[in-house]
């Protein structure tokens, strides 16, 4: 596996995502174990850890395409808020060593506490096909 990542593997097509976004510099799937209805990593195609051994123009460009799919979610599914995260190191934790940002989508008086619940693989098929841009 290229790196030994399983992020890299994904933007390989080596191993299946949940897809619902992708172009030259980004590709964005469902979390498989998600803290929210919706939620959603956006990474780089190329490789990097975290924040801090990101190219200026990688976070820039990736960025934008977080917004726009953050905007997509917001109306193509019930939301009315989101978080973006993006964690550095296991301090922080950081499982997955490729950089990314998670898009969160929130409800007004959820009960979020970050916290993850196992996917169901059926609803996260049905989700990205609905969602893919
Ligand atoms: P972090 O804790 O910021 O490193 O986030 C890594 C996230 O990747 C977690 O929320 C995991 O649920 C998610 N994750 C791990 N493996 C996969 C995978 N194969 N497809 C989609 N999401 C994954
Ligand atoms: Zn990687």
Do not use: W
Request: with cysteine; glycine share 6%.
């Amino acid at each position: 596996m290229k790196n030994n990542c399983i992020f890299c593997a994904i933007a390989e097509g080596e191993i299946p995502s949940f897809k619902v976004y992708e172009d030259d510099v980004a590709l964005a799937y469902l979390d498989i174990n998600p803290f929210s209805f919706g939620h959603t990593l956006v990474i780089p195609k190329v490789h990097t850890e975290g924040l801090l051994d990101t190219p200026d123009e990688t976070l820039a460009a990736v960025l934008a395409r977080v917004k726009k799919i953050a905007a997509h979610i917001k109306t193509a599914l019930p939301c009315d808020g989101f978080n973006i995260l993006q964690n550095n190191g296991e301090a922080a934790g950081q499982t997955v060593k490729h950089v990314h940002f998670h898009i969160v989508p929130r409800m007004n008086g959820d009960t979020l506490f970050f916290e993850n619940h196992k996917g169901d693989m059926d609803a996260l098929k049905r989700l990205a096909d609905r969602l893919r841009m």
